[in-house]
């Protein structure tokens, strides 16, 4: 996966729940991983006693877990001059490339159709169609927008919604 889940639009503690099958993540270890994840984006000191506090086990466990998912590769500690830091983003690169592809055809024909780069809340909402429609789903509303000129992600979700009502 290119680095598109450093993206403002990329929520990964939701492509986390989504992937963990996929990923044969145990529940500790997918609550590790989000916890990291979670302390990361609020730049909060991690270490031992804290992820074992939050998660109602001591130390020794969240030491198990760590070196379990150090060896598969998921995570990364290393040092710095600001403390130890732990990283999850090789778990990231796990997702399949046809995914990778598919999201950024959808960004692009909506960034072509509207003519601009989308702003945060449009890659906000974008994301969510991503996450809930098909792709041709999502390019047909688009296209249908486009048409009526009505280019604007209410319009395109009213679309959406309609067509998926429909087919129920």
């Known amino acids: 996966m290119s680095d598109l889940y450093l993206k403002p639009y990329f929520n990964r503690r939701n492509w986390l729940l989504d992937n963990a099958q996929n990923l044969s993540l145990s529940s500790e270890e997918l609550l590790l991983c989000l916890l990291i994840d979670f302390l990361n984006e609020q730049d ?12 109602s086990l001591d130390k020794d466990r969240v030491d198990e877990i760590v070196q379990l998912l150090v060896t598969r590769g998921l995570l990364e500690i290393y040092v ?37 780069p989308l ?6 909402k974008l994301s969510d169609f991503i996450a809930d429609y098909s792709k041709e789903d999502i390019l047909e509303a688009l296209r249908s927008a486009d048409a009526y000129r009505k280019l604007n992600m209410s ?11 429909s087919k129920s």
């Not at 909060?44 to 998660?55: P, Q, R, V």
């Not at 702003?119 to 906000?124: I, V």
């Not at 319009?155 to 009502?165: A, G, T, V």
Request: glycine share 4%; proline share 2%.
């Open 80 to 116: 710095t001059e600001t403390g130890v830091q732990y990283d999850i983003h090789h778990i990231f690169e796990l997702v399949d490339e046809h995914n990778e592809d598919i999201s950024h055809d959808i960004f692009q024909a909506f960034e072509d159709s509207f003519t601009r």
């Open 119 to 124: 702003s945060p809340m449009e890659l906000a």
């Open 155 to 165: 319009y395109i979700e009213k679309i959406l919604k309609n067509k998926n009502e």
């Open 44 to 55: 909060l000191t991690i270490n031992y006693e804290i992820l074992g506090a939050k998660l």
